[in-house]
């Protein structure tokens, strides 16, 4: 999952995990041939995993069936979840399954070829986890049926009405399930740890397109009966569900775009390089082994960026600027499908093996399709917004790999840390051995634990076998420790110049010193990340006299570009810049992409006048927000409160 510079919400602490109660190769057209995605082999686990409830040293799904009906007036999903089971302790009787807000109806087991009802229990709720569901299986059977209903607030599951989607016309539902929210909409061991493959008979209004996180034919037609399958082995979090007004336009024999019409256009033209890029990842770390590799624009009610849903990514219409500029969001979800997808963590205290991983890969595809020049830039964003934040994080998260022992949130897979330190780190042995030898020894990697789930210390073992031993001398062990579990940035952090940049960081000190803005020459060549960059390096607070000069100059407010929307209205908040007060309102109503508008919640609620303007526009928006923003901004909004109620004052402190 990724925001752009895809980094989901690094500028800003996780949020969620306080309130998740209430609330991400084959060439041929055919798909992959099932046998071709071999069973996952089995992997020692050293740790559980503390966010699910299942016990797969016990018993483990191996096959999940799915038959529901998708109701948009009702809101719900409702149907039956057949699992076909691994039974690994023979003393066990008892499959425990994830839930969360799911009505059981009853649960059946196959013996002999009939069903026969088996007793189930669901635990009392917690506020994080939900509730287990146990069932008593005295038999051991090898399959298991549970007959279900989804809740209409599911934290999983977003329904919108016509009038919230792009064409207005038809209602339109999507998922997000990580990091454990798949459990909100199918029950399940909701676990990284277990993967399992999938059917799935989906019936619905004839007028909707449904897909899924599996083998969507780009001919099908809307007849309200869609069948799934998916023949590669996938954990929970990975299954994905959407339906709505969505067409399809091919942009390779085996990639495409599917979106509302007044969309899919757009995001054609935004997104034509896609099969560069895989063709750019095959040569760097082996086959695409997932078949087909479709994007899904959402509507922006999205809350991230970009899910790597394998097969079908969903994706964040905010980065459809016009210019390819935020496109590094496309390499990100598609590197997930080495790194995450196929290589997996073991648990959320291992995140930087997914996200780390997968924004090392993507700078490298990026390199590979629009240069050096534009990945260090690249680099440059994402390493300075984490020494901006690294710094505000309990010392424990500062670790690459977070030590049992260290109480983690579900989320903290998300934090910048896992993506751009793990980044930082795969970016450093780059550049103590070299690409001749480190691109093996990677690719080698995605190859011997495909389809696996693994902890950093499987990683450390490996490298210290395949990197390190072959290679003596070049990195030590003990440098390789100060990278996984030390704080902070270490020294040998290989540093990244960009002269581009360099120009900018000049054009602002020159403006700032002498109230005249760089030559339009200049400025009218600048990418949205030089852009960034210029705002990124203001200080916390300017004059309203500069704001309005560089306001009348570039337009900020009101900008159709959301990255630059989420650095310009928060400095115009707190330096008390009114005129941008209702184009930053508008933003966040219509806007549901958690990076890009907690920033902005986060300067309004400073003040009592911002608290106000906040608390209205976010009743305004709330309808149309994920359950997952909601659940963010209602935190923000209670945590603020008590603080900004009595101020009175224009604007926050200054941070520079």
């Not at 999952?1 to 991400?24: E, K, N, T, W, Y």
């Not at 809307?222 to 979090?237: L, N, T, V």
């Not at 030590?476 to 270490?490: D, F, Q, R, T, V």
Request: with cysteine; hydrophobic share 40%.
């Amino acid at each position: 999952m990724r925001s752009v510079r895809a980094r989901a919400l690094r500028a800003f602490p996780i949020l969620l995990s306080l309130a998740l109660l209430l609330a991400a190769c084959q060439r041929d057209t055919s798909g992959p041939d099932p046998a071709a995605a071999p069973a996952p082999r089995p992997t020692a686990m050293s740790e559980t995993d503390e966010h699910s409830r299942a016990e797969p040293d016990k018993v483990v799904i191996e096959d999940l069936a799915l038959d529901l009906a998708l109701d948009f007036d009702a809101r719900t999903l409702s149907g039956t979840a057949t699992y076909r089971l691994q039974w690994k302790d023979p003393s066990a009787t008892v499959l425990a399954l994830d839930t969360r807000d799911l009505s059981i109806a009853k649960v059946e087991a196959e013996v002999d070829g009939a069903w026969q009802p088996l007793q189930f229990a669901l635990d009392e709720a917690d506020p994080v986890l939900g509730s287990r569901l146990r069932i008593e299986a005295p038999q051991r059977p090898a399959r298991v049926r549970v007959t279900y209903r989804t809740s209409p607030g599911a934290s999983g599951l977003q329904w919108l009405t016509p009038e919230m989607t792009e064409g207005k016309q038809l209602p339109f539902m999507f998922s997000q399930s990580q990091q454990i929210h798949a459990r909100s909409w199918v029950p399940l061991q909701d676990t990284p740890q277990v993967r399992y493959t999938y059917t799935a008979r989906v019936t619905t209004r004839p007028d909707v397109m449904v897909l899924m996180s599996a083998d969507n034919d780009p001919a099908a037609e809307r007849d309200g009966e869609y069948h799934f399958a998916m023949p590669q082995p996938i954990p929970s979090y990975l299954m994905a569900i959407a339906a709505g007004d969505l067409v399809f336009k091919p942009i390779s024999e085996r990639s495409g775009v599917w979106a509302e019409p007044a969309m899919v256009e757009r995001a054609h033209a935004e997104f034509a390089d896609t099969e560069q890029m895989i063709a750019a990842a095959e040569t760097l770390y082996g086959e695409y082994r997932w078949g087909r590799y479709d994007l899904l624009v959402l509507p922006p009610s999205f809350p991230f960026g970009g899910m790597e849903n394998p097969r079908l990514s969903f994706i964040t219409p905010t980065v459809i600027v016009g210019d390819k500029s935020l496109v590094a969001l496309i390499a990100h979800e598609l590197a997930h499908s080495w790194s995450g997808n196929l290589v997996t963590f073991a648990n959320a205290r291992h995140g930087w093996l997914n996200e780390g991983m997968t924004s090392y890969v993507e700078n490298r595809i990026v390199e590979a399709l629009y240069g050096k020049e534009f990945s260090d830039m690249e680099w440059v964003l994402a390493r300075d917004a984490l020494k901006r934040d690294i710094g505000a994080m309990p010392e424990p998260r500062q670790a690459l790999a977070i030590r049992p022992g260290t109480e983690v949130d579900a989320d903290d897979a998300l934090s910048g840390v896992s993506y751009d330190k793990g980044a930082w780190f795969l970016h450093f042995l780059e550049e103590r051995y070299g690409r001749d030898v480190f691109d093996p020894f990677l690719r080698g990697y995605f190859d011997h634990f495909a389809f696996q789930s693994i902890t950093t210390e499987t990683f450390l073992a490996y490298a210290k076998e395949h990197l390190l031993g072959p290679n003596p001398g070049v990195v030590s062990e003990g440098e390789l420790e100060e990278w996984l579990y030390g704080p902070g940035i270490p020294a040998s952090a290989p540093q990244v110049l960009s002269p581009r940049l360099g120009i900018v960081d000049s054009a602002r000190l020159g403006w700032r010193g002498s109230k005249q803005l760089p030559p339009a020459q200049i400025t009218a060549k600048w990418s949205t990340q030089e852009w960034l960059h210029f705002l990124e390096g203001m200080p916390g607070t300017l004059p309203l006299a500069d704001l309005e000069q560089l306001d009348a100059a570039y337009g900020f407010t009101g900008t159709a570009n959301g990255e630059i929307a989420m650095r310009w209205y928060p400095l115009a908040i707190r330096s008390g810049y009114a005129a941008a007060y209702p184009a930053a309102a508008e933003f966040i109503a219509r806007v549901g992409r958690r990076k890009l508008i907690i920033p902005v919640y986060d300067a309004l609620v400073a003040t009592a006048p911002g608290l106000a303007l906040a608390r209205e526009t976010f009743e305004r928006a709330r309808p149309g927000y994920h359950p997952i923003t909601t659940a963010s901004v209602e935190k923000l909004l209670a945590e603020a409160e008590p603080a900004a109620a009595p101020a009175g004052g224009a604007s926050a402190p200054s941070d520079d």
